[in-house]
Nanobody, 132 residues
Framework: QARLVESGGGLVQAGDSLRLACADSGETFSRYDMAWFRQAPGKEREFVAATANGRIGSGTKYADSVKGRFTVSRDNTKSTMYLSMNSLQPADTAVYYC???????????????????????WGQGTQVTVSS
């Protein structure tokens, strides 16, 4: 099973950049489809970005609110997924969570990668605060 730990959060100003990391201490990271979600105060958790495992290529998916600003990547040799965040805005303030599971074939990944119910394994979250 995946054991996920996020890092890299912090307090930044609007326009700054951050890179989050999600490390898996399990042994099967490369098999997992991975995703980032976030939860702002008083709001429901929402999808941010996803990356497919190698069996369906290097597929990535983004929420509209972060397209062009955030980039998700993974390094299977380090069992780590990253989220590079540029041009951060106060609206990006949230606890960021990484998630992992195996979603099945490419059609299922396309359909369900952005659905938090698709993921069994979750990290504890890392706080990102963007001041104006």
């Amino acid at each position: 099973q995946a054991r996920l730990v996020e890092s890299g959060g912090g307090l930044v100003q609007a326009g700054d950049s951050l890179r989050l990391a999600c490390a898996d201490s399990g042994e099967t990271f490369s098999r997992y489809d991975m995703a980032w979600f976030r939860q702002a105060p008083g709001k429901e958790r929402e999808f941010v970005a996803a990356t497919a495992n190698g069996r369906i290529g290097s597929g990535t998916k983004y929420a509209d609110s972060v397209k062009g600003r955030f980039t998700v990547s993974r390094d299977n040799t380090k069992s780590t997924m990253y989220l590079s965040m540029n041009s951060l805005q106060p609206a990006d303030t949230a606890v960021y969570y990484c998630a992992a599971d195996r979603l099945g074939n490419s059609a299922r990944w396309e359909r369900y990668a952005g659905d938090q119910r698709s993921y069994e394994y979750w990290g504890q979250g890392t706080q990102v605060t963007v001041s104006s």
